[in-house]
């Protein structure tokens, strides 16, 4: 199946830094997406990048896409302690439209 | 407000028990999936359905199957639970045959004693 590595697996930060997580497919996209986890909750979609060298935003967060489409990166600036969660980058590939999930890489914010 | 509503929040049952997880979605969604979550793994895909009656295996199929007798409702099924069954199960929904948003359940917290 689909190959996805996302790294780091955790990840401690102060308050204010920044944070960003990888995530690398061993096949081209077609497109992505990226998920937040709450601790205990369930996953919540955040965004989905279609084309080639994408960058979206949302408030603190950036989004890209490789220009091979074949990763991405999050990249939360000053981290705050709503942050925590794990985020998961999602895949499709082809024709593809079920979602495979990445490990998640887990945010712990300390205040 | 779309809604994926999962059956139980916390269950307990035996080893060699049959378990029914049921899963029910208000958005007609034609896709529905359920995964499995254990710390580490991330979120895995035991089974997927893309329509009412078709369903499709996922990575870790093996022990489980599922049913699709109406569009809004997903079920999956643990023949024989065993002890390594233990886990996280999350249902989830999307629209159609193209890569859209997939809204999750509140998720199953199975244990097998």
């Known amino acids: 199946g689909q190959q996805v590595m996302q790294i780091p697996q955790y990840q401690h930060v102060q308050e204010g830094e920044d944070f960003t997580t990888y995530c690398n497919s061993s096949?081209?996209?077609?497109?992505i997406q990226w998920y937040k986890q709450r601790p205990g909750g369930h996953p919540v979609f955040l965004i989905q990048l279609v084309k080639s060298g994408e960058v979206k935003k949302q408030k603190r967060l950036t989004f890209q896409f490789g220009e091979a489409k074949k990763n991405s990166s999050l990249h939360i600036t000053a981290t705050q302690t709503t942050d925590v969660g794990t985020y998961f980058c999602?895949?499709?590939?082809?024709?593809?439209?079920?979602?495979?999930f990445g490990r998640g890489t887990s945010l712990i914010v300390h205040p | 407000d779309v809604k994926v509503t999962q059956s139980s929040r916390y269950l307990v049952k035996r080893t060699g028990e049959k378990v029914f997880l049921e899963c029910v979605q208000d958005m007609d969604h034609e896709n529905m999936f359920w995964y499995r979550q254990d710390p580490g793994l991330g979120l895995r895909l035991i089974y997927f359905?893309?329509?009412?009656?078709?369903?499709e295996k996922g990575d870790i199929p093996e022990g489980y199957s599922v049913s699709r007798e109406k569009k809004e409702r997903f079920s999956l099924i643990l023949e024989s639970a065993s002890t390594n069954q233990t886990s996280m199960y999350l249902c989830?929904?999307?629209?159609?045959?193209?890569?859209?948003?997939?809204?999750f359940g509140q998720g199953t917290r199975l244990t097998v004693v």
């Open positions: 999602v895949l499709a590939s082809g024709g593809s439209y079920i979602p495979t």
């Open positions: 096949t081209t996209l077609s497109n």
């Open positions: 989830a929904s999307s629209r159609g045959l193209g890569y859209t948003e997939a809204f």
């Open positions: 359905s893309y329509d009412v009656k078709m369903k």
